[in-house]
């Protein structure tokens, strides 16, 4: 998630609660998908110098790998 500037995301360990639920977590990186169906988050870069970033330099956009759990019920 952006927030102000900062990309915030949940770490491996924050799927660990999902095993109470599922049989069988696995948790993939985007980037072990086919490119056509990667998720990744998403920083606009080129919005800046704002008002509240003033020093920040316009650039590219960024992507940042995701994690992704893959759940299983038998």
């Known amino acids: 998630m ?3 500037g ?3 995301e949940p770490g491996v360990d ?3 609660r999902y095993k109470v639920i599922f049989d069988k ?7 072990q998908f086919d490119p056509e169906f990667q998720l990744y988050t998403y920083e606009n870069r080129t919005r800046y110098p ?3 970033s003033p020093l ?3 650039m590219d956009g960024e992507r940042f790998s995701d994690y992704v759990p893959v759940c299983f019920k038998c």
């Not at 977590?25 to 980037?31: A, C, G, N, Q």
């Open 6 to 8: 900062h990309v915030r």
């Open 56 to 58: 920040k330099l316009p």
């Open 25 to 31: 977590v696995d948790i993939w990186e985007s980037s």
């Open 2 to 4: 952006l927030q102000f």
């Open 50 to 52: 704002s008002s509240t």
């Open 14 to 16: 924050y799927f660990d």
